[in-house]
């Protein structure tokens, strides 16, 4: 499976935004963040998230807007 370069794992997320991938499940959850496709990998599915989004919003974060 081949991901598109804009797009990003949890893991990834979770690196950018400093929390645990726990928290973006949390954030997903909780509409705090969309992601931009779920894959259905299993039993349970996998969150991809557009890169610039992610990016834009650790930015909000810093500055105290998130």
Known sequence: M???PALISTRDAS???SITPSGISR???R???T???V???GARGVF???RAEVES???QRKAGKA
Request: charged residues 10%; proline residues 8%.
């Open 2 to 4: 081949t991901i598109p």
């Open 15 to 17: 690196e950018i935004l």
């Open 27 to 29: 954030m997903v959850k």
């Open 31 to 33: 509409g705090g963040i």
């Open 35 to 37: 992601p931009s496709q």
């Open 39 to 41: 894959l259905q990998l």
């Open 48 to 50: 991809l998230f557009d």
């Open 57 to 59: 919003l650790a930015a």
